[in-house]
């Protein structure tokens, strides 16, 4: 008992120490973004276009890259074709916020202005993000739940305050802080089986990003694969009542994630593929996409037409610095997902082969090849619900984060060959696959000698570019 109680308060107070963490890291990015847009010229001077008097300070310093079609989807909505590519979750809380934030100063005489402008949309997007966001609580628990530590769950949790993309993680009115937030909790609800929770968490994820769609993996994964892998590694069929019943519920709770998506397609076509939307005088002029089949998305299209999306579509010339810029992390991320998962795939197949002979049936050779996979995997048998605490210090390879890993593999592919590659700065700090990769690193080569190995690159790496990543982000400079 006395035990268990020192471990709650050991937990406690390091979740304490990380909200600290967390709100310190804030404070140090927003000096030094403020101060390097202030003593530095920019490289692109269009925030100064719509923001001439506030040339030096916060609200000026915010508005760079994405921000300006969020502060204009905030002002007038979705008015131009090309602002379908963002989704309206961080638009709705920066109108939001500015709104309830000009109600309080006008009640209070500070001022009499109707509408809200756009330095109050700005300001508003960074007040949502500093009170609604902070994901250090969740990736800590979530750390502990699948078998971690406290100190790799510290560690984890504090390599998660050393992002790629320090601006739009912890500065700027961006929809990936949200995301990432939201993420975590869906997936630690995912973790304790609170379906309902992890849902309405990914469903929300979905209104600030299309990739939101992504995380019913991690329901159809608890819900569905796991019963199965167990079911097989008993013996039993592949198939009964009670999982028929778990896949339909997955099912149903995957649209409920993907709803938003769906309805932000509903919106565009309502907008410019309808009669309404050109007037009763005027002819109507209907996009391309319009009468796509089989469904008119405006997204997609939206995504190749503007942004050059698609399978490739970046794989140019030009485009090499910014292949540059994420070649650390996808290697990261890469290689440590795809170890993970070959491991098991090969575990599978030795499990397959011991019962590969004649006469023997098809059940058995899946029962070798599901017991293979949870028990090849280091620290094995932790299917479904909460992890055993380990003792070991590195969680990768165990069953219970192998859907993490094949999640992993499957974002960093989509960002490498059908997307802006440089964006996985940003997204990586949304998949807790990413903090652990990095913490196994640093926790592989702990107490080794002096000289270099990938660890210390690694740490020297996050610290400069974070800072380098702010100066650039200061500056008007990429990566977006």
């Known amino acids: ?67 300006f079609h969020f502060a204009n989807i905030a002002l007038n909505g979705y008015t131009h074709e090309h602002l379908f590519a963002f989704f309206p979750g961080i638009p709705f809380l920066m109108r939001l916020f500015a709104e309830a934030g000009l109600r309080v100063f006008n009640i209070a005489g500070f001022t009499e202005r109707p509408s809200v402008s756009e330095g109050d949309v700005l300001l508003g997007g960074a007040a949502a993000s500093l009170i609604l966001c902070n994901w250090t609580g969740d990736l800590y628990d979530l750390t502990v739940a699948v078998g971690g530590t406290p100190s790799l769950a510290k560690l984890t949790t504090l390599l998660s305050l050393l992002p790629l993309s320090p601006p739009t993680l912890l500065f700027a009115p961006y929809a990936e802080p949200f995301f990432a937030t939201l993420s975590y909790k869906g997936i630690l609800a995912c973790q304790r089986q609170k379906w309902i929770k992890a849902t309405a968490c990914f469903m929300l994820a979905t209104a600030f990003r299309s990739n939101g769609t992504m995380l019913a993996g991690f329901i159809i994964w608890g819900l569905f694969v796991e019963p199965l892998v167990q079911r097989l590694a008993k013996g039993k069929g592949l198939i009964n009542v009670a999982l028929v019943k778990s896949l339909l ?44 089949k089989p469904f008119p998305l405006i997204y997609s ?125 940003r997204l990586s700090s949304s998949m807790p696959y990413t903090y652990w990769a990095a913490a196994s690193l640093i926790m592989q080569y702990k107490g080794e000698g002096g000289g270099w190995n990938w660890a210390r690159i690694w740490v020297v790496y996050l610290v400069v570019w974070s800072f380098v990543s702010m100066v650039l982000w200061a500056t008007f400079l990429p990566p977006a």
């Open 301 to 425: 299209y939206v995504q190749k037409e503007y942004w050059d999306v698609g399978f490739l579509r970046y794989w140019t010339p030009p485009q090499i610095p910014n292949f540059l810029f994420a070649a650390p992390v996808m290697m990261l991320l890469l290689t440590t997902s795809w170890k993970q998962v070959r491991g098991a795939a090969l575990d599978a197949m030795v499990g397959w082969n011991n019962n590969n002979g004649e006469g023997i049936a098809i059940r058995k050779r899946l029962q070798g090849a599901a017991q293979q996979v949870i028990s090849g995997s280091s620290g094995g048998g932790a299917v479904g619900a909460e992890a055993p605490q380990a003792s070991r210090l590195d969680i990768l390879g165990s069953i219970a984060t192998l859907h993490h890993a094949i999640h992993c593999l499957i974002f960093s592919l989509i960002l490498l060959f059908a997307s802006h590659v440089q964006i996985v700065l």
């Open 249 to 292: 519920r997955a099912t149903v709770y995957s649209a409920v994630v993907a709803l938003p998506f769906l309805l932000h397609q509903v919106h565009g076509y309502y907008t410019f593929c309808t009669v309404e939307s050109f007037g009763r005088s005027s002819t109507p002029d209907y996009p391309p996409w319009c009468s796509a």
């Open 1 to 67: 008992m006395s035990h268990v109680l020192r471990s709650s308060e050991a937990h406690a107070s390091n979740k304490k120490f990380l909200t600290r963490a967390y709100y310190l890291s804030r404070i140090i990015v927003a000096t030094i973004i403020i101060l390097s847009a202030t003593l530095l010229p920019p490289f692109d001077s269009s925030h100064l276009i719509t923001q001439p008097q506030r040339k030096f300070g916060f609200a000026s310093a915010l508005l760079r890259w994405d921000v």
